[in-house]
């Protein structure tokens, strides 16, 4: 498995698409910092501001738009195995499907990661440089900051595996990024009796409601640390992973009994 990991990682960062989506993604954050700077220039705003403004107030929404990043990573990791045949080939090479689903959720962590650290990495860099160090509790801003990240980090696990899982149910990408968005999305905001029924009942194993966890870190933004992170830790942590588990296993079942033409 670690060969088959190690080209698939080789094939992913020898792609322009995921520099491209990289860059994309790491510039709307940039982009966010800039226009602050620029209404802050112009007196748009009530008063100066510095970096702790948008890792307070932006980032809590910004988490919940990372979940388009997961499914353009599994995209790019699968890399349209089924438009041009290149699993059949690697099942009649004798690439064990195990070594086949497993091996890309590992490459999609590891370029999850990545991709997270980049594109973090740059939003705070930019709002340091663009509005400056924040001015009182800089440990306290960065701290939060961080806490909510990490807190954050199973939940983007989880909307990865559920990515994973279509991208081996469904054979067009296309389709493969509209279910995943429509999981994420569409479905919780269905209000009719049926899929009200429908919420009620899969609403512990469908991604969604990582954004209402996420959201919930909201009112902790300007005093203080998370209270009871260890607790949250926890949590989360055990949620994303149970979930994640859940989804790894639906998905191989399901791929065993695939027949891959």
Not at 108 to 134: H, K, N, R, T
Not at 163 to 175: A, D, G, M, Q, R
Request: glycine share 6%.
């Amino acid at each position: 498995m670690f060969n088959y990991i190690q080209s698939e990682l080789y094939r992913t960062f020898h792609r322009k698409y995921f520099y491209l989506a990289l860059v994309i993604a790491a510039g709307i954050g940039i982009a966010v910092n800039v226009v602050l700077g620029l209404m802050q220039a112009s007196g748009s705003l009530n008063g100066p501001i510095d970096a702790s403004f948008p890792l307070n107030n932006v980032t809590g929404i910004a988490l919940t738009f990372v979940y388009p990043c997961m499914i353009i990573v599994v995209d790019c990791v699968f890399s349209e195995e089924y438009k041009h045949q290149t699993l059949k080939n690697l099942i009649s090479w004798g690439v064990s499907r195990p070594t086949i689903f497993f091996g890309k959720f590992i490459t999609e962590l590891i370029v999850a990661l990545i991709a997270l650290a980049a594109i973090f990495g740059c939003f705070l860099l930019s709002a340091i440089l663009i509005l400056g160090m924040p001015q009182q509790d800089a440990a306290v801003v960065f701290g939060l900051f961080g806490q909510r990240l990490f807190l954050a980090l199973p939940l983007f696990f989880w909307t990865l595996a559920i990515s994973h899982l279509f991208s081996f149910v469904i054979k067009n990408n296309t389709l493969f990024s509209f279910a995943s968005v429509g999981v994420f999305y569409v479905l919780p905001f269905l209000n009719n009796e049926f899929f009200s029924r429908a919420w009620v009942i899969c609403q512990e194993i469908i991604p969604h409601l990582a954004y209402t966890r996420m959201m919930a870190l909201a009112p902790y933004l300007e005093t203080a640390l998370l209270p009871n992170f260890g607790a949250l830790c926890l949590e989360y942590w055990a949620a994303g992973l149970i979930r994640v588990a859940v989804c790894l296993a639906v998905g191989m079942f399901l791929f065993r009994r695939k027949e891959i033409k």
